[in-house]
């Protein structure tokens, strides 16, 4: 029997013995530590919720020094739950821990083309966030692309079960607009669980959706590999993370195979890493390698492999170690779970941008309003939803320049608002009917469907910027602090439209 092989089992039967013993979490497999120092000595790491002296604990409770020959480490290690700093050198090989977080530190970028490390959002009630953790492929067929997370990210600790080709995903939150342009969705739920060897979720991404084989802050992702013991047990095995909350940091594997249970699931396969020490983290000030939020980050090593899933982490006095699960079996399960045969997605070159094949998916039809609302505001809704299909494709448009962006952000994050300033503002509603709001929307949307039309030189003898700078100011002057900020934003990146067909127009957009 390889020797690996035989400590496995030898792992097994001690975690079978020790974890009936008051006080033990996890019994894993890694290097010793003596005096803060590794000594390269393959063990036994037997993780308890506080370290005792042999004075302090009964008979019943003393671990023995070693168990079938082979060395026992005592490591602190309280009972771990799921998890859903200062400027670093990326390429240094040893990335920082992450200081202290609080509730808002978190990343809500939008990412598009989208990455890894950015944080995530289902589609359900009650759901709270995540982090996309790598793009994944099927080699059997390319025209299908996914995001990897955990499976408690998509599923809401106390709502419903995501429906595979049902239940939608967004980056980076859930945010879905009355319209398909704007909408934070990126994907469909495809499969996963959270079992004995696995806590991951795949999305299977949109049609015409941007993405990146890289995570970000780490670069490109060149594969996957699988930990071994020679590896890890002189304790200086480098890993990292990019999370939604805690952003970039780094630690060393301190344990493989471990046995340990999170959230009522024992697990054999576990992965516990060690934040790296932090010059900017004060003496007694906490550390972490991952916070909630993290969940469903790629580790990778410094090869830039990925090498497992984060899912889950715990406190153990300054320092906060993270909880992994092997790619490996992650992909193994995967297949057996959902019977998708995937592979993570790999690049040679930084910033190779692949869409995905395929159209958006279009919106269902709109059952007609039993008493619709009156106003202008009805033509903006009605000619957006009645050009779904259009306005999906100009959503994924947008996404390609910063003042596309900004434009994209004025609706979707105040779309709510801009309909009622001009369904029941009067000033409001006047400036949006005078100045051709609809007609203006519409012309647009024209543009869109037809790569030759152009925007009018005018409409109703007036300019489009002039029609246009009219109604901005007055929504400004009746929006809220941020709505005023959006549309500001939004007008001093838009190139004049008139004369232009809309590739035109994105090119200008694009050169802002």
Same mark, same amino acid.
């Given at each position: ?28 497999? %890694? ?26 604990? %009964?008979?019943?409770? *003393? ?31 040893? *990335? ?24 995530? /959002? ?42 595979? %080709? ?51 802050? #780490? ?18 095995? /480098? ?25 009522? $699931? ?51 006095? $300054? ?13 193994? /399960? ?7 045969? #995937? ?74 608002? *801009? ?22 929307? /519409? ?41 005023? *900020? ?27």
């Amino acid at each position: 029997m390889p020797e690996d092989d035989r400590l496995l089992a030898v792992k097994d039967r001690a975690a079978a013995l020790f974890l009936t013993i008051p006080g033990v979490t996890g019994v894993g497999l %890694g290097g010793r530590e003596r005096d803060g120092r590794p000594t390269g000595e393959i063990v036994l790491k037997a993780f308890v919720a506080r370290k005792l002296s042999a004075a302090e604990l %009964g008979p019943a409770e *003393l671990l023995p020094a070693q168990f079938e020959g082979v060395g026992v480490d005592v490591v602190e290690l309280p009972e771990p739950t799921l998890e859903g700093g200062p400027v670093v050198e990326v390429g240094s090989p040893a *990335l920082p821990g992450s200081p202290g977080t609080s509730a808002g530190d978190l990343d809500d970028t939008e990412y598009r083309p989208l990455k890894g490390g950015a944080r995530v /959002q289902v589609g359900l009630g009650g759901a709270g966030f995540g982090t996309l953790g790598c793009l994944m492929t099927d080699p059997a067929d390319p025209a299908k692309v996914y995001a990897l997370t955990n499976f408690h990210v998509v599923k809401p600790k106390a709502g419903p079960a995501p429906v595979a %080709g049902t239940t939608r995903l967004g980056q980076p939150d859930n945010q879905d607009g009355p319209t398909k342009c704007c909408s934070h969705i990126i994907g469909t739920f495809a499969g996963g669980s959270a079992d004995t060897i696995e806590d991951a979720a795949v999305i299977r991404l949109d049609g015409g959706l941007t993405w990146l084989a890289e995570v970000n802050e #780490l670069g490109v992702v060149t594969g996957t590999h699988t930990l071994t013991l020679a590896e890890v047990s002189p304790l200086t095995y /480098q890993v990292r993370k990019r999370g939604a909350r805690t952003g970039l940091t780094g630690g060393i594997v301190e344990s493989i195979n471990t046995t340990i249970k999170v959230d009522g $699931i024992t697990r054999t396969n576990v992965t516990v890493v060690k934040p790296n020490p932090n010059p900017g983290v004060k003496a007694g000030g906490k550390l972490f390698f991952s916070d909630a939020g993290d969940s469903g980050s790629a580790i990778l090593n410094t090869s830039n492999e990925v090498v497992a899933l984060h899912f889950a982490g715990s406190q153990v006095g $300054i320092l906060h170690k993270g909880l992994e699960l092997p790619i490996a079996d992650i992909l193994a /399960q995967l297949h057996a779970v959902t019977n998708l045969t #995937l592979a993570v997605a790999t690049a040679t070159d930084k910033g190779q941008v692949k869409v995905v094949p395929g159209a958006p998916p279009v919106a269902p039809p709109v059952a007609p309003r039993a008493r619709p609302v009156p106003g202008p505001a009805l033509a903006l809704t009605a000619a957006a939803e009645a050009a779904s299909p259009v306005m999906a494709r100009v959503g994924t448009d947008l996404t390609a320049s910063a003042a596309g962006l900004s434009l994209r952000a004025l609706w979707l994050d105040h779309h709510a608002e *801009l309909l009622d300033l001009i369904n029941t503002r009067r000033r409001v509603t006047l400036a949006w009917h005078r100045g051709g709001g609809p007609a203006l929307l /519409q012309s647009f949307l024209r543009m869109a469907a037809d790569p030759a039309r152009t925007m009018p030189a005018t409409i109703a003898g007036e300019a489009p910027m002039e029609r246009i700078a009219r109604i901005h100011a007055v929504l400004r002057a009746n929006a809220s602090p941020g709505l005023r *900020l959006a549309l500001d934003r939004a007008l001093a990146g838009l190139p004049d439209p008139a004369t232009r067909t809309y590739d035109q127009f994105l090119a200008e957009l694009a050169a802002r």
